[in-house]
């Protein structure tokens, strides 16, 4: 009988995906494998939505964003109904087992179907690098040079009209990319959902950047911080300055992916391929001090990944 394996990607989209299935299908196919990839994420899975990977179909894919199988939520799999079904339609593949690419959904996933007997290796991709125990995930250097390249746009336009600018950045929970962000693009101020927001002091100091005769002023705040509007017109109230609001919004999630970004990727799919082929599964690929380790999948998800404070001082301390 042929050995088989499955890829997926799932939840939100993040660049470099498929340079991990590119990975995971020239490795597995290397390794004597069929290759299935699922559809549309998990709704493919339970809608019998699948095709056939060969090294020829994954060609010239390594340079794109997004991802060649389409990705989704699905909400059924948080249901004993959907995930029974979706055990049931993995056993009726035949897969000696399935690489999960995607965020926090996506692990919650595959622990679910690992603790059902599915062999699972997860694969952390998320643009918020939020998943605890990888110390980067892929998409993140990609969409973190993105929002840099937007700033160092908008500083043009802010310099040219004396103007505050708020740069909303992605992160619905968590503040790690706005965190970098700010540091990358010299920003004044960071405002992110871990930290407590004091607008009277920011506002203040914003004040003052304009009495030093700084032309541009910029504040990085991540979406879950609340809103960014409100928190322009609050900025604008008590200063009497000019603040603009951009939102750079799904451009983080797409374009093509960094060298670094399409590395990451290739060796998280790789070692994942590995992993399944020497009997090991229900573990998470990381990233840990330069090393690609795996770890337990359980361990991942029970774990709280904290942000670097010390980084929010080194950006106040440089915004002199």
Do not use: W
């Given at each position: 009988?042929?050995k088989?394996?499955?890829?997926?990607?799932?939840g939100?989209?993040?660049?470099?995906m498929?340079?991990?299935?590119?990975?995971?299908?020239?490795?597995?196919?290397?390794l004597?494998?069929?290759?299935?990839?699922i559809?549309?994420g998990?709704?493919?899975l339970?809608?019998?939505d699948?095709v056939?990977?060969?090294?020829?179909s994954?060609?010239?894919?390594?340079?794109?964003?997004?991802?060649?199988?389409?990705?989704?939520?699905?909400?059924?799999?948080?249901?004993?109904?959907?995930?029974?079904?979706?055990?049931?339609?993995?056993?009726?593949?035949?897969?000696?087992?399935?690489?999960?690419?995607?965020?926090?959904?996506?692990?919650?996933?595959?622990?679910?179907?690992?603790?059902?007997?599915?062999?699972?290796i997860?694969?952390?991709?998320?643009?918020?690098?939020?998943?605890y125990?990888?110390d980067?995930?892929?998409?993140?250097?990609?969409?973190?040079?993105?929002?840099?390249?937007?700033?160092?746009n908008?500083r043009?336009?802010?310099t040219?009209?004396?103007?505050?600018?708020?740069?909303?950045?992605m992160?619905r929970?968590?503040?790690?990319?706005?965190?970098?962000v700010g540091?990358?693009?010299?920003?004044?101020?960071?405002?992110?959902p871990?930290?407590?927001?004091?607008?009277?002091?920011?506002?203040?100091?914003?004040?003052k950047?304009?009495?030093?005769?700084?032309?541009?002023?910029?504040?990085?705040f991540?979406?879950?911080?609340?809103?960014s509007?409100?928190?322009?017109?609050?900025?604008?109230?008590?200063?009497?300055?000019?603040?603009?609001?951009?939102?750079l919004?799904y451009?983080?999630r797409?374009?093509?992916?960094?060298?670094?970004?399409?590395?990451?990727?290739?060796?998280?799919?790789?070692?994942a391929?590995?992993?399944?082929?020497?009997?090991?599964?229900n573990?998470?690929?990381?990233?840990?001090?330069?090393?690609?380790?795996?770890?337990?999948?359980?361990?991942?998800?029970?774990?709280?990944?904290q942000?670097?404070k010390?980084q929010?001082?080194?950006i106040?301390?440089?915004?002199?």
């Amino acid at each position: 009988m042929s050995k088989k394996l499955a890829v997926i990607t799932s939840g939100g989209d993040a660049p470099g995906m498929n340079a991990a299935v590119r990975a995971i299908v020239r490795r597995g196919v290397g390794l004597g494998y069929d290759m299935i990839g699922i559809r549309r994420g998990f709704r493919g899975l339970l809608e019998d939505d699948f095709v056939t990977l060969t090294t020829r179909s994954v060609s010239r894919i390594i340079n794109l964003g997004g991802t060649i199988l389409h990705t989704g939520r699905c909400p059924e799999m948080k249901t004993e109904t959907g995930l029974n079904r979706a055990v049931r339609m993995i056993k009726e593949l035949n897969v000696d087992g399935i690489v999960v690419i995607g965020g926090d959904g996506s692990l919650a996933a595959g622990n679910a179907l690992s603790k059902s007997g599915v062999k699972v290796i997860n694969i952390p991709a998320s643009i918020d690098n939020d998943i605890y125990g990888t110390d980067e995930t892929i998409g993140y250097d990609t969409a973190l040079n993105t929002a840099v390249d937007a700033i160092d746009n908008i500083r043009d336009t802010a310099t040219s009209h004396d103007r505050i600018f708020v740069v909303e950045i992605m992160g619905r929970e968590h503040g790690f990319l706005t965190l970098d962000v700010g540091l990358a693009a010299g920003c004044e101020f960071v405002v992110v959902p871990e930290m407590p927001l004091n607008v009277e002091e920011i506002a203040s100091e914003l004040q003052k950047g304009k009495e030093k005769g700084k032309t541009s002023e910029i504040v990085a705040f991540a979406e879950g911080a609340g809103s960014s509007e409100e928190f322009a017109a609050k900025i604008a109230q008590l200063t009497g300055l000019e603040v603009r609001v951009s939102i750079l919004g799904y451009i983080q999630r797409g374009g093509r992916p960094t060298a670094r970004t399409r590395i990451l990727a290739s060796q998280f799919g790789s070692l994942a391929v590995e992993l399944l082929d020497a009997g090991q599964s229900n573990l998470l690929v990381c990233l840990e001090d330069g090393k690609i380790i795996s770890r337990p999948i359980s361990e991942a998800i029970a774990g709280h990944k904290q942000l670097n404070k010390m980084q929010c001082e080194l950006i106040n301390k440089l915004s002199v």
